[in-house]
C-alpha cells in the first residue's frame, strides 16, 4: 500500500494535522531511514489515538536547487518512496517544492509558521544529523527548544552503524550507497537498502534490434537516476502495472551507453529470461543484483549475440546459487 501524496501545504484533509511527521528526504528508503520511520511509528501507535503517520520531503532534493549542474544523484523516484514507506506504516508524504521561498525560510519560522501553525503537529521525528532552515541554522537542539514552548514532542533517532562481522562500522548513508553502485557493487549497496537497488520507469520503445539477435529487451531510460557503473548485470524485474502486474522476472541487463551503436543517452536495457510479451508502456522496476562485466564495443552484430548468450548464460548461473 502506497503512502498517499500532497505536494502543497493548502487544501490538506483534516486527519494531516495533529499527525506525527517525520522530516528528511529518505533518498533509497534505506536501513538507517527505517529506524527513523519505525520510532516515530511507535510514537503514533502509542499515542492513544488514531494519529497519523507522515514523512515531509522536498522536491526538487535540496542539493539539486542549490547546485543545478551537480551530476545526477537520485536512488528513488518519490513514487517508489511512496511504495517503500507505506509499506513501513507511512500514511501519507507530504513532498514540498523547494524553491526560493523555502530555501530563505528561517529556521525559526520553518517550526512556528510550518509545522505548528500549519499543520499542528503532534511529534516530529528526525535523525541526528537534520539541519534545516535558512543556511541550515535549525538544528535538533533548536527544534527541542521550541517543542518546550509550542508543546509537541521530538524524537531523535541515532545514526544506525553498519555491523561488520561484529565490529561496528560507517553509518548507514545515502551517499555510501551511491558510492556503492558507482564501484559496480550492487550486493554492498543491497546490504545497506535492505533490498536490490532499482531503476523504476516506462518501458519505451526501442530499436528493436534485440529481437533480430533472439534476446528481445525491455529499454528504459536513466533519466535523473544515479549513474552506476556501466556495463552488464543479473537483474530481476518487477512489473508495475499492464496485464502482467505483479509479476517478476530474472534476467540480464546492459546499463550504460551501448558503445557498439552510440547511443546518446545512458539507457537500461534488460533481457527477461521466459518472457517475450509486448509491454511498452507499462512500468517496471528493475533491481540490480549482480555486476558482470563492463560495456565493451563489438565488431559485428554475430559478435555481440555471442557475447550476450554467455552473459545470460552467466545470469543464469548466478541466479542458481542464491
Given at each position: 500500500?502506497s503512502?498517499t501524496?500532497?505536494?502543497?501545504?493548502?487544501?490538506l484533509?483534516p486527519?494531516?494535522?495533529?499527525s506525527?511527521?517525520?522530516?528528511?528526504?529518505?533518498?533509497?528508503?534505506?536501513?538507517?531511514?527505517?529506524?527513523v520511520?519505525?520510532?516515530?511509528?511507535?510514537?503514533a501507535?502509542?499515542?492513544g489515538?488514531?494519529?497519523a503517520l507522515?514523512?515531509?520531503?522536498?522536491?526538487p532534493?535540496?542539493r539539486?536547487?542549490?547546485?543545478?549542474d551537480t551530476p545526477?544523484f537520485?536512488?528513488?523516484?518519490i513514487?517508489t518512496?511512496?511504495?517503500?514507506?507505506?509499506?513501513?506504516?507511512?500514511d501519507?508524504?507530504?513532498?514540498?517544492p523547494?524553491?526560493?521561498?523555502?530555501?530563505s525560510?528561517?529556521?525559526?519560522?520553518?517550526?512556528?509558521?510550518?509545522?505548528?501553525?500549519?499543520?499542528?503537529?503532534?511529534?516530529?521525528?528526525?535523525?541526528?544529523?537534520?539541519?534545516?532552515?535558512?543556511?541550515?541554522?535549525?538544528?535538533?537542539?533548536m527544534l527541542?527548544?521550541?517543542?518546550?514552548?509550542h508543546g509537541?514532542?521530538?524524537?531523535?533517532?541515532?545514526?544506525?552503524?553498519?555491523n561488520?562481522?561484529?565490529?561496528?562500522?560507517?553509518?548507514?548513508?545515502s551517499s555510501?550507497?551511491r558510492?556503492?553502485?558507482?564501484?559496480?557493487?550492487p550486493?554492498?549497496?543491497a546490504a545497506?537498502?535492505?533490498?536490490?537497488?532499482?531503476?523504476?520507469?516506462?518501458?519505451?520503445?526501442?530499436?528493436?534490434r534485440?529481437?533480430?539477435?533472439g534476446?528481445?529487451?525491455?529499454?528504459?531510460?536513466?533519466?535523473?537516476?544515479l549513474?552506476?557503473?556501466?556495463?552488464v548485470y543479473?537483474?530481476?524485474a518487477?512489473?508495475?502495472?499492464?496485464?502482467?502486474?505483479?509479476?517478476?522476472?530474472?534476467?540480464?541487463?546492459n546499463?550504460?551507453?551501448?558503445p557498439?551503436?552510440d547511443?546518446p543517452?545512458?539507457?537500461?536495457?534488460?533481457h527477461?529470461f521466459?518472457f517475450?510479451?509486448?509491454?511498452?508502456?507499462?512500468?517496471?522496476?528493475?533491481?540490480?543484483?549482480?555486476?558482470m562485466?563492463?560495456e565493451?564495443?563489438?565488431?559485428?552484430?554475430?559478435?555481440?549475440?555471442?557475447?550476450?548468450?554467455?552473459?545470460?548464460?552467466?545470469?543464469?548461473?548466478?541466479?542458481a546459487?542464491?
Open positions: 500500500m503512502a501524496l500532497y505536494t502543497s501545504l493548502e487544501g484533509p486527519q494531516i494535522k495533529k506525527v511527521l517525520v522530516i528528511g528526504n529518505f533518498d533509497g528508503v534505506h536501513i538507517g531511514h527505517q529506524q520511520i519505525a520510532d516515530a511509528r511507535a510514537i501507535e502509542n499515542s489515538e488514531n494519529v507522515g514523512v515531509m520531503m522536498f522536491d532534493h535540496p539539486r536547487y542549490f547546485a543545478p545526477a537520485r536512488l528513488t523516484k513514487e518512496r511512496q511504495r517503500l514507506l507505506g509499506a513501513l506504516g507511512v501519507f508524504i507530504l513532498a514540498l523547494f524553491d526560493e521561498a523555502l530555501a525560510c528561517p529556521a525559526e519560522d520553518f517550526i512556528s509558521d510550518m509545522l505548528c501553525q500549519k499543520l499542528a503537529i503532534r511529534a516530529v521525528a528526525v535523525g541526528q544529523d537534520f539541519r534545516f532552515g535558512h543556511k541550515r541554522k535549525g538544528t535538533t537542539d527541542t527548544q521550541f517543542a518546550a514552548i509537541f514532542r521530538v524524537a531523535i533517532t541515532e545514526a544506525v552503524m553498519q561488520n562481522e561484529g565490529e561496528e562500522g560507517e553509518p548507514y548513508s555510501a550507497i558510492q556503492h553502485l558507482q564501484d559496480g557493487k550486493d554492498a549497496a545497506l537498502l535492505g533490498r536490490g537497488w532499482a531503476i523504476e520507469g516506462v518501458i519505451e520503445t526501442g530499436d528493436k534485440g529481437r533480430t539477435i534476446f528481445a529487451t525491455i529499454n528504459m531510460a536513466l533519466a535523473d537516476y549513474h552506476p557503473q556501466f556495463g543479473a537483474v530481476r518487477h512489473l508495475l502495472d499492464g496485464a502482467h502486474k505483479g509479476q517478476s522476472f530474472m534476467g540480464v541487463a546499463l550504460g551507453m551501448r557498439t551503436f547511443t543517452a545512458p539507457r537500461l536495457e534488460s527477461l521466459n517475450d510479451d509486448d509491454i511498452y508502456g507499462d512500468t517496471a522496476s528493475v533491481e540490480l543484483l549482480h555486476f562485466r563492463a565493451q564495443k563489438f565488431a559485428s552484430l554475430d559478435a555481440l549475440q555471442t557475447q550476450i548468450a554467455k552473459d545470460a548464460a552467466s545470469a543464469r548461473n548466478y541466479f546459487g542464491i
